[in-house]
């Protein structure tokens, strides 16, 4: 296990973010977590309110976009790792407006691997850059099989395009300059904290407020999902334990399809919200397809569960009841 001084954590206000940010400085308390975040939209600082006053957490307002200022950051700071998450996030702003996917997500991931670059140099012992990406990178699955580390890319989405290009940079510095890389690809998060713009905090919020559900085509599309607490907690064993160079997949075993998933949390929420059974039905609302929408992912975990002996503890049941609590109690 390598110990770190300084990590920098980009996009921390975010949701995958900020509990990563929460455990890496409740766990590490001598350790200096740096959070870098733009607070774009899709930010929340407050989710961090907790950590604000903990001595070894810093935040810094700053975007990725600007080279000069990450490289003044790594010689103010002398950051020994970095765990970057910072990213445009939404497959459909991403269908709406590619631009901005482009920039942050591959422009602004090769300015951080150029500013870690240039402030190591050749001094890579016990350094260490982990770029958190997506399952999204590999394209479809029919009904059947898993996407495994050997998986070939088949990104479909401006979105997952984005974060592919950005995963074969990151590759690209361990192999052109031997930056110590490690890099994740993981499947549907939810949890506390996600922005209301994405399926499971949508689709409550809007039960709970008698609001229409918008479902893509018949809503057959199945998407597995890890609670947000587990991938936090694997990308911590991976930053810490992770070899150089390689790549760890992970995801929760959880497949449902769309409807099932939005039948679910009906039932749920018209529970804990006392109405009659089933009475949230009528708000489903079929709408035209995403564009491109991918059909199916799934995770083959073996090797991190074989390598760093990880695997997701929070069953879905529980992770689904704490989620509902966070929004509903919001
Ligand atoms: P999010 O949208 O909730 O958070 C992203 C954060 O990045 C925000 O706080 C935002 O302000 C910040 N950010 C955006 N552009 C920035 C810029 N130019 N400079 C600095 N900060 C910027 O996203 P998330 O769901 O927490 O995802 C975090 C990472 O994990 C992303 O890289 C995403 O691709 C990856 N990922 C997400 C999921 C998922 O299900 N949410 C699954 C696998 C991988």
Redesign the pocket.
Known sequence: MISFKSILI????????SHVVRRMVNNYPSTNIIN?????Y??NIKLLDDCKNKSNYKFIK????DFEALKALFSKYDFDSVIH??????VDNSIKNPFIFAQ?NIQ?TLNLLEAAKQHWGNNIKNKRFYH????EVFGSLTKKGCFTEKSAYDPRSPYSAS?AASDHLVRSYFNTYGLPIVLS?????FGPG??RE?LIPLMIKNIAEEKPLPIYGKGNNIRDWLYVEDHAHAIDLIFHKGISGETYLLGGNNEYKNLDLVYLLIKEVDSMLKRPKGSSVNLIKFVSDRLGHDYRYAIDSSKILKELNWKASTSFEVGIQKTLNYYLKK
Not at 10 to 17: D, V
Not at 62 to 65: G, L, S, V
Not at 132 to 135: I, L
Not at 185 to 189: L, M, P
């Open positions: 980009t996009g921390g206000a975010g949701f995958i973010g870098l975040d733009a607070l774009t899709a930010s700053q975007n990725i976009n998450l910072a990213a445009e996030s939404h942050t602004g958190v990406s997506t399952d974060k690809n993981c499947s549907n998060n996600q922005h994405k």
